[in-house]
């Protein structure tokens, strides 16, 4: 869709502010265009380098948008650098609030059952203009209720916080049941329910989040160790293109 982009070990980046994203996703909506957007971060790009119909899915998706540090350094030290980050989590906060501002339809799937209802509660106090559609938690066995319940609702957009990459997969199959905005968010309910907290601002201007991560919840050091293992990747593309 987009012919600005950067590749990074493989993944293909959109390269454009946060602003400029936010009026692509403001006309698609007005358009009720069928979009999908991925948020890769240095772990997906490890994972799609293992995964040739990951990196497919990634690489044909509509917006590739970097969410992560990590993302924004590497393209930095390959000399093609990126605008800006621009997360997962912010880019979900400023697509229900255009549903909201637009009076649209919104689809919410995946997370935990108390996760999805909090985040339901939160949608239909703070964001009153939001045609809450449907929502479903991620613990289904059978795709189909859920698939028809989209294209009977017809969203325009649909948010879907499966864990990467089976949120993608799920996109990738399913898009075309309706003409929405699809985006796997992670796991940003977690955060926008305020069932666990988003760093402090002061961690997210350092580009620190992923730390603040990793002290409240130990258990993530083996994720994090995705950081360095991408690093080292980059350091060595690096000096291949001398």
Known sequence: MHKNRVNILGTEFDNFTAKQFHKYLDDDLDLKANRFIVTPNPEIVLSARKDSNFSKIINNADYVIPDGIGIIKGAKSLGTPLHERITGFDTLEYLISAV???????????????????????????????????????????????????????????????????????????????????????GSFDVFSETKKRAPKVFQKLNLEWFYRLVTEPTRIGRMMAIPKYMNMINKEKKNMK
Not at 109 to 134: D, F, H, M, R, T
């Open 100 to 186: 909201n501002r637009k009076q649209l339809k919104l689809y919410m799937l995946g997370a935990k059952p108390e996760v999805i209802e909090a985040s339901a509660k939160k949608i239909k106090k703070q964001y009153p203009q939001v045609n809450l559609v449907g929502y479903h938690d991620g613990y289904f066995k059978d795709d189909a209720p859920i698939i028809e319940e989209i294209a009977a609702k017809k969203p325009n957009v649909v948010l879907v916080a499966l864990g990467s990459p089976k949120q993608e997969f799920f996109i990738d199959k399913y898009r075309k049941q309706a003409n929405a905005i699809w985006i796997g968010v992670g």
